[in-house]
């Protein structure tokens, strides 16, 4: 079994950054695809940035170029780098791991909340 702990979210203004930390523990086996997803309040979740063992990344669009997904095999994590952050980036952050870097996999991390706001 496979246990995932988020860590980084919080308050911050709009231009801020943030960043957000997954660690991935137990049976991590090969796993192949991480990513972090999002839900902000009345929306559906949806992908913000996921990355293949091999480094294959894979974006939503809205966060293109303000949003860095690294990954650190040797400790089992990925790490979410978020910078010019909007109010529209408020969310609920998941972390992911078992799909691919389109479709998210069946472990979920418990969320993390970010709120970008003055």
């Known amino acids: 079994q496979v246990h995932l702990v988020e860590s980084g979210g919080g308050l911050v203004q709009p231009g801020g950054s943030l960043r957000l930390s997954c660690v991935a523990s137990?049976?991590?086996?090969?796993?192949?695809?991480m990513g972090w997803y999002r839900q902000a309040p009345g929306r559906q979740r949806e992908v913000a940035a996921a990355i293949s063992r091999d480094g294959t990344q894979n974006h939503a669009g809205t966060v293109k170029g303000r949003f860095i997904i690294s990954r650190d095999f040797a400790k089992n994590s990925i790490y979410l780098q978020m910078n010019n952050l909007k109010p529209e980036d408020t969310a609920v952050y998941y972390c992911?791991?078992?799909?691919?870097?389109?479709?998210?996999?069946?472990?979920w991390g418990q969320g993390i909340q970010v709120t970008v706001s003055s």
């Open positions: 992911n791991v078992g799909g691919s870097i389109f479709h998210p996999g069946p472990l």
């Open positions: 137990g049976n991590v086996g090969n796993i192949d695809a």
